[in-house]
Nanobody, 114 residues
């Protein structure tokens, strides 16, 4: 059974940093590209960043380029999202997702506010 468990969210001031983690189980993590999504209140869920499985090629949405870094630890079956220079518009619930799997984890809330 595929499990995706996000953690690391919280309340942070503008300009601050957070590192999100996504602990996975139930599938061979190193075989799949992984993606972070987010959903802000009243908005559709949007793709934030993706990392491939074999060569760690990354993709970022324009609003987070240069501020967020996606990475993975295949030995720990864990996906990360380092978020720096956070802005109020980054406030959202953040989710990780496995390629070719329809399910979602519970997400982790990130709130950027002074």
């Amino acid at each position: 059974q595929v499990q995706l468990v996000e953690s690391g969210g919280g309340l942070v001031q503008p300009g601050g940093s957070l590192r999100l983690s996504c602990a996975t189980s139930g599938f061979p993590f190193s075989n799949y590209a992984m993606t972070w999504y987010r959903q802000a209140p009243g908005k559709e869920r949007e793709r934030v960043a993706t990392i491939t499985n074999s060569d760690d090629i990354t993709w970022y949405a324009d609003p987070v380029k240069g501020r967020f870094t996606i990475s993975r630890d295949n030995a720990r079956n864990t996906l990360y999202l380092q978020m720096n220079s956070l802005k109020p518009e980054d406030t959202a619930v953040y989710y990780c997702k496995r390629t070719n799997y329809p399910g979602w984890g519970q997400g982790t809330q990130v709130t950027v506010s002074s």
